[in-house]
């Protein structure tokens, strides 16, 4: 008796639904993931986008091997479906498309299997797809979409397994789990409530289930000899380098960043970390502010349902969402004191979002059988028009920020150039038209972050053997970012985008060269009125549709736009240096107009202004300074400005080395 009770588990529902047919179902799951697939490709980002999603296009476009952890699986996809377009990055766009299209599936069948109510299936598929963080990040280029397809199918296995286990569900839910770290790292955090889900299987995880599983479990890892092997051709895009096994783990790990850390190492001293109970009420307001009361209510309502029929089933999914969600988010401490750091970690917010997708479809549950489908197809309709009401802020089907920018770019770099970039943009686009288009070719591009890694700069130096690197790594203390530029400096132009190294100042001058800054001999010191003619004349010249529109400020296009402002501020700045001031305050004033929110011109024309007596504009300038950069560091400074400008106060003397 007591081997009987081991090898047959009693069922925990008490009293299980009646299944819906599973042509019901398949036809409730295939006609969901179609339709949210037709709003999707409608909204669809057609080119390349900014932010990880350039680097995830030029990786499957290219092929070469994207960011930590590689994301070998999404690449080889991508790959996959840019051999069916003449454009690989509307063709990763796709891909993600795709991938967010069918987790709404998956979750419809799982939630129609669940209840036994293919309509109950209808609500979790929309609140999943049509969600409008889920539905802003399925149409560009990101790795999310698969991990929450990925997490949906694993739900689903270990929902099976809760209730009608066998070997055959359990061997697929280790094959999928390897799949799934074969993509996206934070599917571990669903692993508690799996495991919880899967217990009554324990006793199938024995002999040859046992050896199935395990070989299920490493195959699904099979993905991850792709950078490995992609490696040893040396691809332009190439993270980590992993040419053995020693650095296919580092990529794995995400070493560079910390392994546990969503931050890397070097810039985690430059953010002010959120507390970790700061980070629920962004969560919760993103998540179920404002109009998503209504599906935080069909999460309550499918939550008391479940905990009436099953709760192993609500408990695992309570689980997934905790843990994904609120645990993660309060572990990680993602800095918040910028809107577009939270843009960048609602990212995260998806994947909890699965399993209180499942508990909003379950709430249909509540109106019976007879009345299930006019209720489920009522509250899938609502569902539908709440995400809709978002569609301006999702809608990407005009988004051509990244590709603007970038050829607006390229206008002012020479030929041959040497162009020193930092940080996501516009390395990661440069490296999409340099690799995966063939254009520019004759540029050497190197990112500034990523020389602090020796694996970097071994590989830059293979790429481009013409460009003499003087040290293994740049640390910023024995090897200087003047050292390469001094190393270089007269074999080809060198322009630096954005970013000011210190080790400069002294040994050379940077002078506005459109979009960037060109590197020139300390004692050049041309006419500021020719350089503005210059970059007048490229802005003529510049597409600047996009700039018309007016971007979330948690957006990647937000911050891309504002980089517009950037090269009248500079222009303005070489005005202020000669001590013509009027037309210094010219150019900051164009700086505001080009990009209202790029925020240096506010602060300099604000100075520049009170030290003339104009008090008035000088309060608009400094006030518009802190409305546009709220946690500027130097806030406090400003704030006394502001203060004193009642009185006469003294112009701050401007520096002499460069803009700040």
């Not at 293919?118 to 609140?127: I, N, Q």
């Not at 740049?474 to 080790?503: K, M």
């Not at 080009?594 to 520049?608: C, Q, S, T, V």
């Not at 400005?641 to 401007?654: C, F, H, K, T, Y």
């Amino acid at each position: 008796m007591a081997r009987s009770s081991r090898s047959s588990p009693a069922p925990v529902l008490a009293s299980p639904p009646p299944a819906p047919s599973v042509r019901s179902a398949l036809t409730a799951a295939l006609g969901l993931g179609l339709g949210i697939l037709l709003v999707y490709v409608r909204t669809l980002a057609p080119d390349v986008v900014a932010g990880d999603g350039a680097d995830l296009q030029t990786a499957a476009g290219l092929p070469g091997i994207a960011h930590p952890p590689g994301y070998p699986l999404f690449t080889m996809l991508g790959w996959l479906f840019s051999r069916f377009s003449d454009s690989p990055a509307w063709s990763v766009n796709l891909l993600t498309a795709v991938c967010g299209a069918m987790a709404a599936g998956v979750l419809t069948w799982l939630v129609a299997d669940l209840t036994g109510l293919w309509a109950a299936g209808l609500v979790a598929g929309a609140c999943l797809g049509l969600a409008p963080l889920c539905w802003q990040h399925a149409v560009a280029a990101e790795v999310f979409t698969l991990n929450n397809l990925l997490a949906a199918v694993l739900l689903a296995l270990g929902l099976r397994l809760s209730r009608r286990p066998d070997a055959a569900t359990l061997v697929g839910l280790a094959g999928v789990l390897g799949l799934s770290l074969s993509h996206h790292h934070t599917v571990v955090l669903i692993v508690p409530g799996l495991a919880w889900l899967a217990w009554p299987a324990r006793h199938l995880l024995r002999g040859r289930t046992l050896a199935l599983a395990v070989a299920a479990l490493g195959t699904g890892l099979l993905p991850y000899l792709y950078p490995l092997i992609r490696a040893q051709d040396n691809p332009g895009l190439n993270w980590d380098d992993p040419r053995n096994l020693g650095a296919l783990w580092h990529l794995f790990r995400r070493a560079d960043y910390g392994s546990l850390s969503l931050l890397p190492e070097s810039v985690r001293g430059l953010f002010q970390e959120a507390s970790p109970l700061d980070q629920l009420p962004v969560y919760l307001q993103t998540m179920l502010g404002g109009s998503h009361l209504v599906v935080a209510g069909l999460i309550l309502a499918g939550a008391w349902w479940l905990a009436r029929r099953d709760h192993r089933a609500l408990g695992a999914l309570l689980g997934v969402w905790f843990v994904s969600g609120p645990a993660f988010l309060m572990y990680a401490r993602y800095p918040l004191e910028d809107p577009f750091w939270v843009g960048v970690v609602q990212r995260f917010y998806l994947l909890p979002h699965v399993a209180l997708s499942i508990l909003a479809g379950c709430s249909v549950a509540w109106a019976g059988r007879r009345r299930a489908l006019p209720v489920g197809l009522a509250l899938t309709a609502l569902v539908a028009g709440l995400g809709f009401a978002h569609l301006p802020e999702v809608d990407h089907s005009q988004d051509t920020v990244a590709r603007d920018y970038v050829e607006n770019l390229l206008q002012g770099v020479p030929q041959d150039a040497l162009l020193l970039t930092s940080g996501d943009a516009p390395g990661m686009l440069l490296e999409y038209v340099r690799y995966v288009e063939g254009r520019r070719t004759d540029l050497v591009i190197l990112d500034q972050d990523k020389l602090a890694y020796p694996w970097y700069v071994d590989s830059k130096r293979r790429e481009h053997p013409s460009v003499v690197f003087p040290w293994k790594r740049l640390d910023g203390e024995t090897a200087l970012l003047a050292d390469l530029v001094a190393a270089n400096y007269g074999t080809r132009p060198i322009l630096l985008w954005d970013f000011i190294d210190p080790s400069l100042t002294g040994r050379f001058r940077l002078l506005p060269a459109g979009l960037t800054q060109r590197v020139a001999d300390p004692g050049e010191d041309p006419d500021p009125a020719r350089i503005a003619d210059q970059i007048v004349a490229l802005w003529e010249s510049y597409n600047r549709r996009t700039l018309q529109r007016s971007w979330p400020p948690r957006s990647f296009n937000h911050l891309l736009t504002s980089f517009y402002g950037f090269p009248f501020y500079s222009v303005g700045f070489e005005f202020e240096r000669r001590g013509r001031l009027d037309e210094a305050a010219g150019f900051y004033r164009r700086a505001i107009e080009a990009a209202g929110n790029y925020a240096p011109p506010y602060r300099r024309l604000g100075l520049l202004l009170a030290g003339q007596g104009h008090t008035a504009e000088a309060r608009r300038s400094l006030e518009g300074y802190l409305q546009v950069e709220p946690r500027a560091r130097d806030r406090d400074q400003v704030r006394r400005v502001l203060q004193e400008l009642g009185g006469a106060i003294s112009r701050p003397r401007p520096s002499a080395s460069r803009p700040g």
